[in-house]
């Protein structure tokens, strides 16, 4: 498999801006890129030439008081591996129209459309079966009081081996707002996240251990509690043949500032539109590669 999660980053924790929103005048958003979007996927890795759809789908619930908070979080993606190099590196694109659902302990869900995020990348085969590769895009502005409004950066930073049918990726994610507070009063904070995989294929079979991080950077406000998390959980994933689906499921060990631990089921499918008729896939990438395909 390749560097799909790479574009697949794209909304904010709708549940923490409510949060913000709805209970204090100061409000406190959260990290721009879903923190856990990327896991199961070997991002360091190239993209086979070609067109792909890649869908990821999750509903959370974060235990709190007096109710539980629910998000469910759509992240459809377009991502094109072009066949032209840059300093050694495959040039790819991606496109992501986030999509999110959310309650606030019990109140009724809203629903709306969240920031599309525009990004390259440029993915390096150093050999071994060892790629990395580094992702730049921005978020674009959104008038809503749902979800992030601000526009901001977003560079990444990915390192994967996939040899003997391993995925072995961590992720680094920086985020950077351009406006620091929305004309809500809404505070963005500056943030880190970190994807990490291990998993290994069976056949069409792929199972695997899954964990991320997420952290706010320091705002300079005195007032400000800054958020972040620590989950883990187990991945499964079966090859369709053209189709690849994923299932990962997580639960907060550690939280910061977010009023609970939430527990999060992941799905997530890939679907090839288009590949270039080549012989350089590896047959050991996890998801979309010729071989799977075939």
Avoid: C
């Amino acid at each position: 498999m390749t560097g799909f999660g790479l574009g697949l980053r794209g909304i904010a924790s709708a549940a923490l801006v409510l949060y913000g929103a709805g209970l204090t005048t100061s409000a406190y958003a959260a990290s721009a890129a879903q923190p856990g979007q990327t896991i199961g996927l070997p991002v360091g890795a190239q993209l086979p030439v070609g067109l792909y759809f890649v869908n990821l789908s999750s509903f959370g619930m974060r235990s709190a008081r007096p109710g539980d908070t629910a998000t469910n979080v759509n992240l459809p993606t377009f991502a094109w591996a072009t066949p032209w190099d840059i300093a050694g590196g495959r040039l790819q694109f991606f496109v992501t129209q986030p999509v999110v659902a959310a309650t606030l302990q019990g109140a009724p869900y809203q629903s709306g459309i969240g920031q599309p995020l525009l990004a390259a990348q440029l993915a390096w085969d150093l050999g071994h079966d060892v790629g990395i590769s580094y992702f730049f895009g921005g978020y674009l502005p959104i008038e809503t009081r749902f979800l992030t409004q601000s526009a901001s950066l977003t560079h990444r930073f990915a390192l994967s081996y996939t040899g003997r049918d391993w995925n072995l990726t961590a992720n680094l994610l920086h985020g950077i707002f351009l406006e620091t507070r929305s004309p809500f009063g809404t505070l963005y904070p500056d943030y880190l996240n970190l994807d990490l995989t291990a998993a290994k294929k069976f056949g069409k079979w792929q199972v695997g251990a899954v964990a991320f991080g997420s952290s706010d950077l320091p705002t300079g406000v005195s007032s400000y509690r800054p958020q972040g998390q620590i989950a883990v959980g187990g991945l499964v994933g079966y090859n369709f043949g053209p189709v690849n689906l994923q299932a990962y499921l997580t639960r907060d060990v550690v939280q910061r500032n977010y009023r609970g631990r939430e527990t999060r089921g992941w799905l997530r499918v890939i679907v090839p539109l288009y590949q270039q008729d080549t012989n350089e896939v590896e047959p050991n990438r996890t998801l979309v590669t010729r071989r799977q395909a075939e």
